[in-house]
């Protein structure tokens, strides 16, 4: 009985894990700039908050998905909901052009920027945690 409680929390946790390091990949696709470039060789704190912002906009929705999903594949398919929320909000930001180019103001350093973006991808990962309707 326990081992299956172990192997069920497995899934679930490595599921998950995966989930998160495919967003990983994916968000570098969807933002029109070098995101590991600017953190690990540029040292630009303004895409290090906005990326880490987005990690936990995501991983907000995820938690809300582990706790209410009643089978792994409903599970699942929330991740993915949660997972493409959070991608077309980033895909849609950092195209905003003008004086409100996110794109420009990262690329730039702005950290107030940067804190902006984080704050937007964590409060659309409670909008889309709360919207998982069960």
Known sequence: MFIDYFLS????FLTAMAVA???LFLYALVTPYDDYQMIFVDNNTAAALGFGGAIVGLCIPLYSALVHSVSYIDFVMWAGVAM???L???FA???LSGK???E???ISG???????MAFMSVSIGLINAGSMSY
């Open 9 to 12: 929390f497995g899934l679930f």
């Open 21 to 23: 390091v495919l967003f």
């Open 84 to 86: 493409s929320i959070q």
């Open 88 to 90: 077309l909000f980033a």
């Open 93 to 95: 930001l950092t195209r």
């Open 100 to 102: 409100y180019s996110v």
């Open 104 to 106: 420009r103001h990262i």
């Open 110 to 116: 702005n950290i107030s920027v940067g804190i902006l």
